[in-house]
């Protein structure tokens, strides 16, 4: 029975045993983690960028006075925090791993307590430098991101010069050569940036901007505007020139169509224009060459207007002419008619006034047949859109006057039938009065 109670008794204080030994253990670990975690944290400090940050605000710092001090001010704290607190917490955590071996975990989890702490305010230090160092580059920074885009708007322009240089006939070279310049401007704002000259950086990023912008805008309009001034508008102008001879030799009196003032002028202009296309001057080039396009359109124009003139002119003006030979005829008639039943009819006074007025009228119609006549006939040969244009003028003011005229010859005509029936009534009259007379005797 003794045996049994002391066996039992044994049990009991293994187990017991074991159990402290467990709970030390586990301890132990618990303390060894919270160690290997603050040491982790310590390492990520200790690896921080800030030495290569700082580099870059003494490179600043050389090449702009504004930063020496700040630099100064800077790197202090730096040295400070990588040399005596980092020293001070590597000694704490080398003191503290040898604890782990040698006291307890109680003992060392009140030390790692403690250098946690530091760690903490370490860390706090350095956010708090580099907080101050990133605010210092952060204009850089800025400056960077708001360069991007006019780089790649720069790059794709580039892209599409090259794609299309061979539009470019003789100011492929030039417009090359000013891409080439905004680049070196580019690289150049680069260099400041490095150098912390962020004043001149600003103002070179707003010249470089208004440059990209201004040359992609033409380059769209460029290739075709180059194409149309030196190529399409010198072959139109000879075209021109080469109808305007021919019209010339078919007999077409062309004096009024100024074509070797609009065509020296013309060629005059688009030197200009290729001479501003070479010095890349776009200001005002577009309305140079509409204009020059609408000369151009006005002297075909002004020929095709001759042409359809003389079609209908030589179609038109012998009616035209008959007519008014007509009208002449019936006009005297019409006087001789009014003269002899003037005597024998009484004519209302409108009707004088109405003849007065064409008379007017004929004398007027003489007056624009003289002047197509002196057309027709004069020594200078007159272009077919006057002699077509005064022709129209005679055959509209013989329409209107034949209206009038034949009105009041309808007038005399009526009192001419009136007098015929009267005439034939009193015949009647009279013939039958005979034969009753000649019954009654």
């Known amino acids: 029975m003794g045996w049994k109670i002391s066996l039992i008794a044994g049990v009991l204080v293994a187990s017991t045993l074991v159990v402290v030994l467990l709970v030390v253990f586990k301890n132990k670990n618990k303390v060894k983690k919270s160690f290997h975690n603050i040491e982790k944290k310590f390492i990520k400090i200790k690896d921080n960028q800030l030495e290569n940050k700082l580099e870059k605000i003494k490179k600043i710092s050389e090449n702009n006075e504004e ?10 704290r730096f040295v400070e925090l990588s040399t005596d607190k980092i020293v001070e917490i590597e000694v704490k955590l080398e003191q503290t791993k040898s604890s782990l071996q040698s006291k307890g975990a109680k003992d060392v989890k009140e030390e790692i307590k403690v250098i946690s702490k530091n760690i903490d305010e370490l860390y706090k230090c350095y956010l708090a430098l580099e907080n101050d160092i990133n605010e210092i580059t952060k204009k850089e920074r800025q400056l960077r991101e ?3 885009p ?8 580039r892209g599409e010069f090259l794609e299309n240089k061979d539009k470019f006939y003789d100011c492929q070279e030039n417009f090359e050569d000013r891409l080439n310049k905004i680049e070196d401007k580019m690289e150049e704002v680069d260099k400041l940036l490095v150098n ?38 010198p072959r139109r102008l000879e075209k021109t020139k080469e109808r305007y001879e021919n ?11 100024k074509m070797n003032l609009v065509e020296e002028s013309t060629k005059e202009k688009l030197k200009e224009i290729k001479q501003s296309f070479i010095d890349l ?25 001759e042409v359809v003139a003389r079609e209908e002119y030589e179609s038109e003006v012998d009616g035209v002419y008959n007519k008014v030979s007509q009208v002449l005829r019936n006009f005297l008639k019409a006087k001789r008619d009014t003269k002899s039943i003037s005597g024998i009819f009484l004519i209302e006074q409108e009707r004088h006034q109405e003849l007065d007025l064409l008379e007017n009228r004929i004398q007027n119609l003489n007056r624009i047949k003289s002047d197509l006549d002196s057309f027709i006939h004069s020594i200078t040969k007159k272009p077919f859109t006057l002699l077509n244009a005064k022709m129209r003028e005679l055959n509209q003011y013989v329409i209107d ?35 009753y007379l000649n019954k009654i005797y």
């Not at 019209?247 to 169509?257: Q, R, V």
Request: aromatic letters at 12%; proline letters at 2%.
């Open 67 to 76: 930063y020496k001090e700040t630099y100064s001010e800077l790197n202090e």
């Open 146 to 148: 708001e360069l991007v």
């Open 247 to 257: 019209l010339k030799e078919e007999g077409y009196p062309l004096y009024n169509i």
């Open 281 to 305: 001057e776009y200001e005002g080039i577009e309305t140079d060459i509409k204009k020059i396009a609408l000369d151009i359109s006005e002297l075909d124009e002004a020929m095709s207007n």
């Open 150 to 157: 006019i780089k790649e708007s720069f790059r794709l322009m």
């Open 401 to 435: 006057t034949e209206k009038g005229l034949n009105n009041y010859i309808g007038y005399i005509k009526s009192l001419k039938d009136d007098s015929e029936a009267a005439y034939r009534a009193i015949n009647d009259f009279s013939i039958g009065l005979n034969t």
């Open 196 to 233: 912390g000259i962020y004043s001149e950086v600003e103002e070179k990023i707003a010249m470089i901007y208004e440059e990209v912008e201004f040359y992609k805008h033409h380059l769209n309009k460029l290739p075709e505007l180059i194409s149309f001034s030196m190529q399409i508008l």
